[in-house]
């Protein structure tokens, strides 16, 4: 069986600044020849120098009171001042929890129990007279596992900064469409190992943006790349944050707001499961009864499957005015469906040559069981069989091929649509 303590050289690996990696390779070291104080003090030693170098990290990346403890730093070496060192090295711990977000307040108690253990493995004043201070192997180990996934293997971005660098990134204007793209832009940086909080906000905060009213289409598709990324990078947070998050979200949704609601999912289609039942039966009700300015979603709506039964029962209902002037790239089938009833049930010939521009438009898109049933129900409308736009209809229909030809001509023979067909070649 597998032992479930983490291995101490994998906890090197993981430092990222390569002074703190010398000082808790000597921790490792002193740990494994028995030496547990200088493991205590070389790993403290070597969570201060993480802890200076996130600073000059984040001086450089702007951060001023980054730029002003490292301005301190250096005059405190300058000058050789030892109580001003001294009271950096005191209040290094706050600086990171306060300031900087760097650790939590329940990681703020393990690094300031690894500093008093420190100081009394240091310091011969702060022990008894009686006996040395010696810590177990365990203290030891409990302390070098705590820098490091506390510390030490961390960006120095972690918290609310970490946060608005990591949405001021996304936003940007050179930030990638494609989730391929936005996980390489993503996976250098704060969320390459970030920390839970992190990682739960950052998705809390894209999802909702991606609910937002009035991005346009770039910066939309720049959070769905970064919501998608962070999916792949770091899936235990996106399930959980889904699962604790996306039902609240949407239930402060407006209902005239709800179409957000249907491009949301199409934009993020696997969220589906981690809604409650309320929620999914309030976007059903929505979509049944789905305005005419949502009729542009409708070929999504009807390929996704929690959502295409309501998004038919809409089609089947959808009148000639809420059909007319919409732009599908392929024109879906039940909406096809729903245009050739309104055409053969025509109940004027403005009417049949309205729809009969629309059937035009789209002939394409339309199977061959379309076009039979336009062919065999002409002549049971008289609106249509008379209409001016039928001949141009059904020359449209022959061109694109859905039949062939000879079955064409014998459905425009048998069902009173002669006047339509080529004529006959005269014997020679």
Not at 174 to 182: D, G
Not at 372 to 381: D, E, K, L, S
Request: with cysteine; aromatic share 8%.
């Amino acid at each position: 069986m597998a032992s479930p303590l983490t291995d101490l050289d994998e906890l090197i690996l993981r430092c990222r600044d390569q002074r703190a990696k010398a000082y808790l390779s000597e921790a490792v070291g002193s740990y494994k020849s028995g030496a547990f104080r200088a493991a205590i003090v070389a790993t403290w030693i070597a969570v201060c120098f993480d802890f200076i170098d996130k600073l000059r990290e984040l001086a450089l990346s702007g951060d001023k009171e980054a730029e002003k403890q490292v301005e301190e730093l250096e005059k405190t070496r300058k000058l050789g001042d030892v109580a001003m060192a001294l009271k950096f090295e005191r209040d290094l711990l706050t600086l990171a929890r306060d300031k900087f977000e760097l650790i939590s307040h329940l990681e703020y108690i393990d690094l300031d129990r690894l500093q008093a253990d420190r100081n009394r493995c240091a310091h011969p004043s702060l022990v008894s007279e009686e006996q040395a201070y010696t810590p177990s192997a365990e203290l030891a180990r409990a302390h070098i596992h705590a820098a490091v996934t506390h510390l030490l293997q961390h960006q120095p971005a972690q918290g609310k900064y970490a946060l608005e660098r990591l949405m001021a990134e996304v936003e940007s204007e050179y930030f990638p469409t494609s989730s391929e793209q936005a996980t390489i832009a993503l996976s250098s940086g704060p969320l390459r190992k970030p920390r839970d909080s992190l990682a739960r906000n950052f998705i809390l905060l894209l999802l909702k943006r991606l609910l937002q009213e009035g991005a346009s289409n770039k910066p939309r598709s720049q959070i769905v790349a970064a919501l998608r990324a962070v999916g792949a990078m770091h899936r235990a947070h996106y399930v959980s944050t889904l699962k604790e998050k996306l039902t609240p979200l949407f239930r402060t949704v407006a209902d005239a707001d709800l179409l957000r609601c249907t491009q949301f999912l199409e934009r993020v289609p696997d969220c589906w499961q981690f809604m409650e039942a309320d929620v999914r039966q309030r976007i059903q009700n929505f979509v049944t009864a789905l305005p005419v300015n949502g009729f542009n979603d409708l070929d999504f709506l009807l390929e996704y499957e929690p959502l295409k039964t309501a998004a038919e029962h809409r089609v089947r209902f959808a009148t000639e005015a809420e059909l007319k002037n919409l732009f599908f790239f392929d024109l879906p089938p039940k909406i096809a469906d729903r245009l050739i009833h309104l055409y053969l049930h025509s109940t004027n010939f403005d009417q049949a040559n309205e729809l009969a521009k629309e059937l035009w438009s789209s002939a394409t898109d339309l199977s061959a069981d379309h076009v039979r049933r336009i062919v065999t129900g002409a002549q049971t409308n008289k609106q249509v069989l008379h209409s001016f736009e039928l001949g141009s209809l059904l020359s449209a229909l022959r061109s694109r091929n859905k039949l062939p030809e000879v079955e064409f001509d014998v459905l425009l023979h048998e069902h009173g649509l002669a006047r339509f067909a080529p004529a006959a070649p005269q014997p020679a």
